[in-house]
């Protein structure tokens, strides 16, 4: 999220959000059972090459229990299943990078976990605005899916955004923690983690 009216955006910024968009628009059409992750992977990776950027890391795809941060590799024959799966990618236009992840639900049981992230995502954009302290937005991240009745993962969180760097130092946590106060121009990638289990 860019903090502020949006004036002096950069337009590769906003490039590689509308590409973002595109692509986030397909992943649950991608992921389906019986599907290798790798090849989920590799589609996502040449969209974004054939739209005229480059990925910003490897495309990522967690499964279940996995948080975050799996990489399918090169030959790995690992298929979707009965499955909850977090699919992780970014852009880089000329080093301005979008940071962005989707979840699907093929359990048909899990609908509700997801729902708690993807408006503890809403509850959180709503109040973020510059002189705000990122205590106050992981405040209402966990509010947000607490009140949904699971537990906001708390060693992971969102983080500010530079030009060619993705992760710039400064955190936004999923729980009441932290002192920076946004400003003006800031970039973030707000990634709420809900969770059944002890969430830590």
Do not use: W
């Not at 989920?40 to 990776?45: D, L, Q, W």
């Not at 030959?75 to 699907?104: M, P, Q, R, W, Y």
């Not at 969770?195 to 830590?200: C, K």
């Amino acid at each position: 999220m860019f903090i502020g009216e949006g004036k002096g955006v950069e337009k590769d910024f906003l490039d590689g959000q509308r590409i973002a968009e595109s692509i986030h628009g397909m992943v649950e059409d991608l992921v389906k059972p019986g599907e290798k992750l790798i090849l989920v992977a590799e589609t996502i990776e040449s969209e974004i090459i054939g739209a005229g950027a480059k990925p910003a890391f490897p495309v990522n795809i967690s499964l279940n229990y996995e948080a975050a941060h799996r990489t399918p590799v090169f030959g790995e024959e690992t298929v979707f299943g009965k499955d909850v799966v977090k699919v992780d990618f970014g852009v880089d236009v000329n080093g301005s990078l979008i940071d962005t992840a989707k979840t699907i639900d093929l359990t048909g049981e899990n609908g509700k976990l997801v729902e708690a992230a993807e408006q503890a995502l809403e509850d959180a954009l709503s109040v973020m605005r510059a002189g705000k302290n990122v205590r106050e937005i992981g405040k209402t991240i966990a509010d947000s899916i607490t009140a949904k009745g699971f537990k906001p993962v708390e060693n992971l969180c969102g983080h500010s955004i530079a030009s060619y760097s993705l992760h710039d130092g400064e955190e936004l946590p999923n729980t009441e923690r932290g002192n920076y106060v946004l400003q003006e121009g800031d970039v973030f990638a707000v990634e709420p983690f809900a969770s059944t289990g002890r969430a830590s």
